[in-house]
């Protein structure tokens, strides 16, 4: 089996719709594919009835979250939508992600960015605007050449030149809600240096304590020693290893399944879930 657990659509920052993510993902020869968009469960449906026979969709979010002035994030799979706490607090971070990113094309200007407002809502179109859209009109512009050599401290990399605050999950609660509402949660490429300050493995060992399932190992920005040394922790900590492609569409050069789960992982994470079942072949519902 080949096991895909992180991608993003057009419901977020992602270039694929829904549809085509899991057409995509089949014809990849990928035989699970979880989609987790930022802090949004709105591609979900689509994605269900496009899902072609012999692909199983995990749904799922990727949560955005901060802890001691570092920004992480979380993929949280298989929860049940509609839990009413859980979706209170995304809309929270959802509906800051607009003043965040015209803060960001505020700060461009002021460095002699010609970057307009209307040129990233252009880019972002239905999803969830973000910093990969505003990295994107950076490439459009010539300013960068790929939408990762945007996230560096000279621009929008944590801290960086045009970085911009939001509202973000405290890690802890999130892993409190996402387990309330039946879920599995797993820190996102937690070792992802290149991107900016990451956290300390003290703070991974007490949100293992506080309910954590999973670190993703296996990802595009960990290198050979970053994934060893996830590993040990992981078996030190209990905790479940992913591996993923974080796949974006055109907007990153990685292809789905570059990374994946190992299939036993993925059956401990499919029985942990309490809130939603895995869907199989030609759609279904997804809630239990």
């Given amino acids: ?7 993003h659509s057009t419901a977020s ?4 719709t829904p549809a ?7 014809a990849a020869g990928l035989d699970v594919v979880a989609l987790t968009d930022h802090d949004t469960v709105g591609g979900h449906q689509q994605a269900i009835d496009a899902l072609p026979e012999g692909l ?9 979250c901060r802890v001691d002035g570092v920004g992480m994030h979380l993929l949280a ?14 809309e929270l971070v959802r509906d800051d992600r607009v003043p965040r990113a015209q803060e960001m094309v505020r700060k461009l200007r002021a460095l002699d960015v010609p970057i307009t407002w209307e040129q990233v809502a252009r880019i972002a179109g239905d999803g969830s605007v973000g910093r990969p859209h505003v ?28 970085y911009a605050e939001k509202h973000e999950f405290d890690p802890f609660e999130a892993v ?17 240096v290149k991107r900016g300050a990451v956290v300390p493995e003290s703070t991974i060992a007490a949100l293992a304590e506080a309910g954590l399932d999973g670190i993703e190992v296996d990802h595009m920005d960990h290198d050979e020693p970053t994934r060893a040394r996830l590993r040990g922790l992981a078996r030190e900590l209990g905790l479940l290893t992913t591996g993923s492609s974080d796949y ?9 399944g570059a990374c994946t789960t190992d299939p036993e992982i993925y059956g401990e994470i499919t029985r942990r879930a309490t809130g939603a079942f895995p869907v199989p072949g030609a759609g279904g519902a997804v809630r239990r």
Avoid: C, Q
């Fill in 20 to 26: 085509e993510l899991v057409a995509n993902a089949a």
């Fill in 77 to 90: 799979y298989l929860f049940d939508p509609a839990d009413a706490e859980l979706e209170r607090a995304r």
């Fill in 13 to 16: 920052d992602g270039t694929d």
């Fill in 135 to 162: 990295a994107a009109a950076l490439v459009e512009l010539g300013v960068v050449p790929t939408v990762s050599d945007a996230f560096t401290p000279d621009w929008l990399g944590n801290g960086g030149r045009a």
């Fill in 176 to 192: 409190r809600l996402v387990k309330a509402a039946g879920g599995v949660a797993v820190f996102a490429h937690p070792g992802a």
């Fill in 56 to 64: 199983t969709l995990v749904t799922g979010a990727e949560l955005s």
């Fill in 1 to 7: 089996m080949r096991i895909d657990l992180h991608t």
């Fill in 248 to 256: 974006h569409g055109s907007r990153k050069t990685v292809e789905l």
